[in-house]
């Protein structure tokens, strides 16, 4: 177990690819009918599982399928399984591609069979076969067309290489180190870089940022004379099929090249990134393109020479367009130093002012990466009004997967259902198209990109079962309408097959098994409905300790320059973002949100404190008041947790003791930090408003 | 002017000892009797004087003084300036010594003389000649005996060997790096610790702890392996009369010494400490001993062995007695782990609760260092109930020159009318002793304890201003019934002397220098007192960020387990300490004080909030309600700082270019803090209240 892409090279966990997942492959007769390096990967993992379960696989690099499943003129078969890029294309057949990435599954006579144009689709239909396990090799299926929603399926690493003396190693990372950067240099062993590119093409992931988009010193030379760290990165990806971006600083001919500017406009400065980028792609051919923060909490970018972000991201664009890379441009900008005073200030109109306005100003190959909500990551916040509004301009969404905001990682908050939520949100209301059609319209779109949770913990991901939030995202970007709860099944039973439990013994009947699923089913779906419920309430978000944003902090961002406040005084909270009174940040919305937000009748409730100003006293839509729903969601929150920490010890024995015990105590520290908030969100607001519990409970 | 104890080497300040205050000795001609090494001192201090200013100076190393001025037998007389050791002790004369550290001033038949037993008494005889100036050689003047009113006037350096990655070099250091340390090695040049040894002197200080009360790994090695380090101190130090003391750390014999314990009645553990002292003593003959912060904050202590703060202390006071050493223990315990939902703990209580049972029980040369007030060095609290609590134990008072809760030497914020009044405090009453009589009492006493505001910065203390702090503690440890103002008025004299301002030409009139001395008096004569109006009202304290502890954050501290909350609510605000309802802290002070700060019609308004919970609209003895009068005064600091602002850029000219840019820079950013303390707290009340300002004035 010790080839390229080993899942446990040095006792790590497997996540969704144990060994046990490849079963009914490895004991079966696989016939794999194509060349290159990716087919490759597909022809080693197979042989893998056979070489564990006993079956066995034999491959014809050069043959192309035929469409059935008897192995033709190779002779040795009948086969279990077909695995086979297609003629498409050779042969002038006139059948209508797969399409790249694309497969094909389907079962026929005791054979299943997984067709593809391309190795990387033979890859994913591979694990669409994993996915699946017994199931595939059971009843007959007819042929199933799957392609990826968004061509862009990305996780941005906020890895520093040097440790950041106030970020440290990952910033916002809550599971160890990084695995591509130890201390100032690349890891010594990659191992664990090739064994992440295998998990990430189990779930559909196909590209990554392999750098901080705060760009500091050392990482600024990646671009240069440090590109071979990157392309030692590149090196162990590319079997997978993810190919590697940089995050790059916009000044970096100023630092690293002498030019006297960094002035967009500047020919030399042109000319710089013009060489620079030829450079990137002699040493990386598939190298995917530059990952930009701008005029974004103090990174450098075109303001500074009086040029607008569409000059900054057409510059890079423009340098990179001739190798077909891309740039992502982040929409994150906003005034981080504003006057608390000032009122009239909203930091949640800020990307909107920036970016509309530029709207038919980038080139093709620029995407804009708009983060989910106006604000940052709140586990509650209306979609961003940005992504309606650049029609003319690609875009990216991106989502947290580290949970900065929403537990760090100790606490359970299965993500997906948020996710989902703003992939399904309509813009223009119930007639218009979804945000996962713009996002991954095949044309306009930028695709999906994920901020990565992983590290080179045990578990991936610091918390076992944020390895789901990292899957999820994966096939969300891979199928936007797949149901989270779906995807956590998928998840729960790849990463718990029946035999990896503690006790065993439960292969056949199942008990054990369907019992674990149950109750991480009850454990996860709604964890991030419960998050919700013990923190910032009803949209208001921020209530976070500053700086490291874990644990709750009422006024902890209230008098600051982040532009993040709640209003709370004696008498009501909210921030007034209407038209009428506000802010007018309503006005950002097409209709029907444009009306449903500034209104306070129709405005959801769970969004309520996000658009207007309320007394305590407001009724709600389910009759309750403001203050009696903060009292009472906290209180329920905790019991959540505390049902959920039951829950879990109930799971002893029936998976790792490891893991179960690692679980257990992060359980119990979210219980803790569940009456922490609770308590101090519940007190704050008792001591402000004056307004008991009409249940009397104890309120500190 | 390279000599050891230079005052300027590479362009730092001269502090209180420009050259120009020697000049009207370097004038004159001088009589120096007396050998020894701290002679020596004197004599370099009168020589490079006379070399610059033409006088003269002639050393009778042998020989004491007869009382007169002419020179006696020795001639070449006669001397405008006399400096010598008595023969006390010496001929059996029958005389009353001077004392240890005492001299003698006198002005007879136009010689000045200066007696002394000893020949620190001398140095600090000849520093009075300096602060006296020409006025030193002016009119007769009878013989004034002057003595320390404190052995010990120590200050505690909390400087860190290794760069803390959290605290940095120096804890709580607002002057740049240390002058003794940096990035774990000694300082190459101990110049500055030279110079710094010669302008403790010459304020009266003369024993310095030269590491943090925080001993982290690097510093605990300093006891042994790395004791030449601060042998190496020592030797800068000893020509001035400055003793070095060290910072401990109480698990030493653990962590060095390869004990199985560090409990204090073990047998290894007590032989441990012993064999360690008699090397520092073999190395620093006259090392003034340890400083131990035990069981505090994290740092180890007897408790882990269930023995108790005297057990500890006297374990190492053991070991230091043969060599006449002392150990100063830190009273500063409490539960750093408080949780604040807990009303019944007071974090106030803590140091009486831990150390009044123990009175009695600790040796001799056992020093309990107590903090002024019973929390954390705010601007305004009352004096600890401690000071009067063990009679029967040595008292050193702690005062803290750093200026980590009073604005941060980027504050003007002169302190010693706040020392001056807790020194003046009487804790059994206007019958009883002062808090100095406590403190400075020959046999009982434990002297005073700064916590040092100087590092490597040009300045010693960044604000050029707060120079004046440390040289008012040394001041006030000597004297500690001096005036405040009149202390200042000597160190603007000392510091701007005539010919120091930029324009010159002012020497004989002395207008500028009369008007550079007035702008100083109202610039700084009541800035703590400004200070204090802008900042957390009424006593009420720790409104300040986590953490760094700069600029407001009013419910920073409030929910957390450090112990220090103001309990705001739409009612009212403060601590109820009382024994009638509150936590029964007023009942740890004697009589009449436990009888006046329980009563809300007798405890002092600038107390109120320390000692009772009071509602908005509670009237104050000035006929203000509390909430009017936390608006007034806000709005007046402001205003103050306003006013200094612009009184001090009337000085430029008058003192040098470099110093007053500095000063204005920081007058600049003292005003935008205080505009942000008056607008956080004032629209936390005013949110809080409802109350609006009866002036009208704008609250955000």
């Known amino acids: 177990m010790t080839s390229p892409g080993s899942p446990d090279p040095h006792g790590v966990h497997p996540a969704w690819l144990p060994d046990e997942a490849f079963r009914p492959i490895g004991s079966r007769r696989t016939l794999l009918r194509g060349g290159g390096p990716l087919a490759g990967t597909v022809h080693e993992e197979v042989a893998r599982a056979c070489a564990r379960y006993g079956g066995s696989v034999r491959r014809q690099a050069g043959g192309r399928h035929d469409g059935d499943g008897d192995g033709g003129a190779d002779g040795g078969g009948p086969y279990d399984l077909v695995l086979a890029l297609t003629a498409a294309g050779d042969e002038g057949s006139g059948e209508v591609g797969i399409g790249e990435e694309c497969y094909v599954v389907s079962r026929r006579d005791g054979v299943t069979v997984v067709l593809a144009d391309s190795a990387a689709g033979l890859l994913y239909g591979l694990f669409h076969v994993v996915r699946l396990g017994e199931e595939a090799f059971g009843a007959e299926r007819p042929a199933e067309h799957h392609r990826p929603a968004a061509r862009l399926r990305m996780l941005d690493h906020w890895d520093n290489v040097a440790v950041h003396p106030v970020m440290g190693q990952v910033e916002r990372g809550y599971a160890g180190g990084s695995i591509f950067w130890c201390d100032g240099a690349p890891r010594d062993d990659l191992t664990r870089v090739g064994a992440y590119g295998r998990l990430l093409a189990a779930c559909g992931v196909n590209a990554v940022a392999v750098n901080n988009v705060n760009v500091h010193a050392a990482e600024t030379h990646l671009l240069t004379d440090r590109l071979g760290d990157v392309a030692a990165i590149a ?18 001919p100023l630092a690293l090249g002498g030019t006297a500017t960094a002035d967009p406009l500047d020919e030399d400065v042109r000319a710089w990134w013009a060489a620079v980028t030829t450079r990137v792609y002699e040493a990386i051919p598939d ?43 982040r929409a994150f900008v906003y005034d981080h130093r504003q006057d608390w005073r000032d009122r009239s200030t909203d930091r949640a109109r800020a990307a909107y002012d920036h970016f509309a306005p530029l709207d038919g100003r980038f080139r093709d190959n620029v995407i804009l990466q708009v983060k989910h909500g106006p604000i940052d990551f709140q586990v509650r916040e209306p979609v961003s009004p940005v992504i309606a509004a650049i029609p003319r301009t690609r875009v990216a969404l991106e989502l947290q997967v580290t949970q900065e905001y929403t537990g760090q990682q100790r606490h359970v908050c299965y993500l997906a259902p948020m996710w989902s939520e703003v992939l399904g949100f309509r813009p223009w209301g119930p007639a218009g198209p979804w945000v996962a059609d713009i996002v991954a319209d095949d044309v306009g779109g930028g695709g999906l990109v994920g901020v990565s949770n992983a590290g080179d913990d045990p578990y991936w991901t610091g918390h076992p079962l944020a390895q789901a939030n990292l899957y999820a995202f994966g096939r969300l970007a891979w199928a936007p309408s797949s149901d989270p709860a779906a995807i956590l099944d998928e998840w729960i039973g790849l990463t718990f097959p029946p035999s990896a439990g503690g006790s065993g013994g439960n292969d056949a009947a199942g008990g054990d098994d369907g019992r674990l699923r149950e109750a991480l089913h009850e454990i996860m779906d709604d964890s991030c409905g419960t998050y919700e419920r013990y923190t910032a309430p009803l949209g208001v978000g921020f209530m976070v300790r500053p700086g490291h944003h874990y644990g709750p902090d009422v006024d902890g961002y209230e008098y600051t320059p982040w532009g993040t406040y709640h209003f709370a005084d004696r008498d009501g909270v909210g921030v007034d973002r209407t038209r009428a009174t506000g802010t007018g940040f309503t006005g950002q919305y097409p209709p029907p949100w444009s009306e449903v937000y500034e209104s306070l009748a129709r405005c959801p409730d769970e969004l309520l404190l996000f658009f207007h100003h309320v007394p305590y006293g407001h009724v709600l839509h389910d009759g309750s008041t403001v203050i009696q729903h903060i009292y009472d969601t906290r209180f329920a929150g905790v019991e959540e ?6 829950r879990w010890a109930e799971l002893a024995g029936l998976v790792p003791a490891a893991l179960h015990a690692r679980v257990r105590e992060l359980l119990a520290e979210q219980l803790r930090c569940a009456e922490e908030w609770r308590d101090q969100v519940n007190a704050y607001f008792l001591r402000k408003s004056g307004v008991p519990d009409s249940r009397g409970r104890r309120i500190p």
Chains 1, 2 share one sequence.
């Open 641 to 646: 947790v505390d049902r959920a920490r039951l």
């Open 287 to 329: 190298f995917g393109g530059y990952v930009v923060k701008a005029d974004s909490e103090g990174q450098p970018g075109p303001h500074a020479y009086g040029r607008d972000h569409a000059d900054g991201a057409n510059l890079l664009a423009g340098a990179l367009a001739p190798f077909g890379g891309v740039v992502h441009w």
């Open 235 to 252: 090196d162990r990806l590319r079997p997978y099929g993810v190919r590697v971006h940089l995050s790059v600083n916009f000044a970096a």
